[in-house]
C-alpha cells in the first residue's frame, strides 16, 4: 500500500433513537441525520474515524490534489429510530437499518454543478435504540471523486498562482430497516477548498543553513528513522515537504521558495 493511501476502515455500525411509524417510504429526515466530519486518529497501526459527536472534527474540507484526488469524509451518521421488537411477544425486531450508500454532488461557488451527483455504495448498520438521545457510527463517504479531483490536478499545476478553488460537497445517507422501509438523511453541506501544494511544511529539521537559498527542505531524514505520514496526507493533513520530494523528486513546489 502506498505510504500516501488512506487506511481508515470503511466499515461502521450505527446506533439509533427515536419514533419509527408508517409503511412505504419515510421522508422524515431526522430519523437518520448527517452531524459532522470527523477527522481520523492514530490507533496503533490504524487510523480510525471514532463514532463519538464529541471528537475531533472539522467544518472544512482541504484537498491538495498534488498528493491525492479523492476526498473521503468520515461521516458521523446519528438515528433517531426506536425499538419495535417485542420479546415476550415473539415479535422480530424490524427497525433496523441497512445502510446502502450515499449521494453526492460537488458545486461551485456560484452553485453549478461540476460533479456528480454519484451513488456510491456504504455499509453500516443501524442498530435501534429505546433511549431518548440519539446514538452515532461512521460512514465512509467519497466527496469528490478521483475523476475531478485528478483533472483538477492538472489545471492548478498549470496555474502559477497556485490559488485554491472553492467548492460546497453536498451528499446524503441512505439504506432500509430490517421492515423494508426506505429511509435517509437530509442534504449535508460541507465546503471543500481544492487546491496544489497548499498543505507542504517544512520543518526547522530539513532545513540544511549549510545550502543556499535558506530556509530550504535539502536535509535528508536521519538514517534509521522513518517520515511520518499521518493518516490522510492532503486531504485536511499537512504534508512533509521530503515525503513531497519523494512524491515529485524534481519539482520546485517542495521547496519554500
Not at 429526515?29 to 496503533?44: A, D, K, Y
Not at 483533472?151 to 497556485?162: G, H, P
Not at 439504506?175 to 471543500?192: K, M, R, W, Y
Amino acid at each position: 500500500m502506498s505510504p500516501l493511501a488512506r487506511r481508515v476502515p470503511v466499515s461502521a455500525v450505527l446506533i439509533g433513537v427515536a419514533a419509527f411509524a408508517g409503511s412505504g417510504c419515510v421522508d422524515v429526515e431526522s430519523m437518520i441525520f448527517i452531524r459532522q466530519v470527523n477527522l481520523p486518529v492514530e490507533t496503533g497501526n490504524q487510523c480510525i474515524v471514532e463514532p463519538n459527536p464529541q471528537g475531533p472534527f472539522i467544518s472544512h474540507g482541504t484537498l491538495d490534489v498534488a498528493f491525492r484526488q479523492e476526498y473521503i469524509a468520515g461521516l458521523v451518521v446519528g438515528s433517531q429510530i426506536v425499538s419495535q421488537g417485542n420479546l415476550t411477544r415473539l415479535r422480530t425486531e424490524t427497525s433496523r437499518v441497512r445502510i446502502e450508500g450515499v449521494e453526492a454532488r460537488l458545486e461551485n461557488a456560484s452553485g453549478g454543478l461540476v460533479w456528480g451527483p454519484h451513488t456510491i455504495p456504504a455499509t453500516g448498520f443501524i442498530d435501534p435504540s429505546s433511549g431518548t438521545s440519539p446514538s452515532y457510527g461512521v460512514v465512509d463517504a467519497t466527496l469528490v471523486g478521483a475523476d475531478f479531483g485528478a483533472k483538477m490536478a492538472t489545471q492548478l499545476a498549470a496555474d502559477a498562482s497556485r490559488s485554491g478553488r472553492h467548492y460546497t460537497s453536498i451528499s446524503k445517507v441512505f439504506g432500509h430497516t430490517l421492515g423494508n422501509q426506505a429511509v435517509d438523511s437530509g442534504e449535508f453541506h460541507f465546503p471543500i477548498t481544492i487546491c496544489f501544494g497548499c498543505l507542504i511544511y517544512y520543518p526547522a529539521e530539513a532545513n540544511d543553513p549549510k545550502v543556499a537559498p535558506n530556509p530550504n527542505c535539502d536535509l535528508p531524514q536521519s538514517t534509521g528513522t522513518a517520515l511520518a505520514v499521518g493518516c490522510t496526507p492532503g486531504q485536511d493533513e499537512m504534508v512533509d515537504c521530503r515525503v513531497c520530494k519523494a512524491t515529485y523528486p524534481t519539482a520546485a513546489i517542495c521547496e519554500p521558495y
